[in-house]
């Protein structure tokens, strides 16, 4: 057996989740496959030299133009199960950060849109293990 055959090539993502007092969370809409078209959490690959609070700071700025200090967030937990991404294999440390229910977003960078959903009214297409993230951090934050 070879050192490929025993070894897989993981890549290391941040999300976060983003909530309001009132209950509500900030989903992006997908641009890009996989899972164009459905809901997610602002988040993506973390940079060389960034740590994973950094790199969910940046990409929730990147993609909603909410922009929060990393020290701010809260980690949920670290999903690594087998198959989340169909790319291959992605382990993410997700965190929670509660802001104003006023606070304005922009859709940026990978985003078709962003908005506000209630917790209890989340969308039926939720990207990856998302619902799964959601969940803990609603869970969290309760």
């Not at 997610?40 to 950094?54: F, L, M, R, Y």
């Not at 670290?78 to 950060?97: E, L, M, N």
């Amino acid at each position: 057996m070879t050192d490929t055959d025993t070894h897989e090539t993981i890549r290391y993502t941040a999300d976060v989740v983003v909530m309001t007092p009132d209950g509500n969370a900030l989903l992006i809409e997908r641009d890009w496959p996989p899972f164009e078209g459905h809901w997610a959490c602002a988040g993506g690959h973390v940079d060389p030299g960034e740590t994973s609070h950094e790199a969910a700071a940046r990409e929730l700025a990147e993609e909603t133009g909410v922009h929060v200090a990393a020290s701010d967030l809260c980690q949920i937990g670290v999903f690594d199960q087998p198959g989340r991404d169909p790319r291959g294999r992605y382990v993410t440390v997700a965190y929670v950060v509660t802001v104003p229910s006023d606070t304005p977003i922009v859709a940026g960078d990978d985003a078709r849109t962003a908005r506000w959903w209630p917790l209890n009214g989340l969308p039926d297409r939720l990207a990856f293990d998302h619902a799964e993230i959601l969940s803990a951090a609603a869970a969290l934050t309760s």
